[in-house]
Nanobody, 129 residues
Framework: RGRLVESGGGSVQSGGSTRLSCVASYEYDVSRYCLAWFREGPGKEREGVAG???????TYADSVKGRFTISQDNSKNTMYLEMNSLKPEDTAMYYCAAAPRYTRCSELFRNRKREYKTWGQGTQVTVSS
């Protein structure tokens, strides 16, 4: 069965940086699926962080614009999230998710987040002040 596997994260001081990776198995080939990052902070609902299209076009939540950078290596079926200028409010479990690509990934990420139905196990990012 196909899956998504996240790695990276850990404990970081405020203002610091870290990088997350998500490797998608071949069942979730990025030519047919849109990948995105979501997070769930303590006591908060899960929210979209960033999505990426096959051509590398990114879409970001307002809260991370200018600080986070999403990218994708299509040849490796792998997505990344470079996280800079981290804040304590970025503390969360970060999840990789996949949605079937039936429209532009930016459209899915902005308006159809429910289409992301395949999830990784998550990786924790903790930012201390």
């Amino acid at each position: 069965r196909g899956r998504l596997v996240e790695s990276g994260g850990g404990s970081v001081q405020s203002g610091g940086s870290t990088r997350l990776s998500c490797v998608a198995s071949y069942e979730y080939d990025v030519s047919r699926y849109c990948l995105a990052w979501f997070r769930e902070g303590p006591g908060k609902e899960r929210e979209g962080v960033a999505g990426v299209d096959f051509d590398g076009s990114p879409t970001y939540a307002d809260s991370v614009k200018g600080r986070f950078t999403i990218s994708q290596d299509n040849s490796k079926n792998t997505m990344y999230l470079e996280m800079n200028s981290l804040k304590p409010e970025d503390t969360a479990m970060y999840y990789c998710a996949a949605a079937p690509r039936y429209t532009r990934c930016s459209e899915l990420f902005r308006n159809r987040k429910r289409e992301y139905k395949t999830w990784g196990q998550g990786t924790q990012v903790t930012v201390s002040s």
